[in-house]
């Protein structure tokens, strides 16, 4: 008999609800202490809504192009914006590296 190996907990993929989250924690964990224990109420707030606009506003001005220029157009637009995003962030975490990099490097030239 064939066993499932996606629920199985001896190799296969992941299916645990925690991973999702455990990366919303540590974003969360990596502000919290930021600020004092009375302002950590006002900090929570601005990170939804931050996080709620950050996903709602593209998605609407997406529906609303879609009217004007077809979904298809729209769709691919929206996808090529997400690339382009995600290679300015790879971009900028390869330079960041090997500027740290280069910063720790000895000078041998002496």
């Given amino acids: ?3 499932n190996r ?3 907990s001896e ?3 992941d299916s645990s609800p925690s991973r999702p989250l455990s990366g919303f924690l540590g974003a969360v964990r990596s502000i919290v202490h ?6 950590r109420a006002g900090l929570m707030a601005a990170y ?3 996080s709620y606009l950050a996903n709602s506003l593209p998605t609407i001005l997406a529906g609303y192009m879609a ?3 077809g979904l298809v157009t729209v769709a691919n637009l929206y ?3 997400i690339v382009l995003l995600a290679l300015t962030g790879l971009a900028l975490a390869f330079m960041h590296f090997y500027q740290a990099r280069r910063t ?3 000078d041998i030239s002496d």
């Fill in 67 to 69: 009217q004007r220029l």
């Fill in 79 to 81: 996808g090529g914006g």
């Fill in 48 to 50: 939804y809504v931050e």
């Fill in 104 to 106: 720790l490097k000895p």
């Fill in 34 to 39: 930021l600020v004092t224990p009375t302002e």
């Fill in 1 to 3: 008999m064939r066993e």
């Fill in 11 to 13: 190799g296969g993929e």
């Fill in 6 to 8: 996606l629920h199985s």
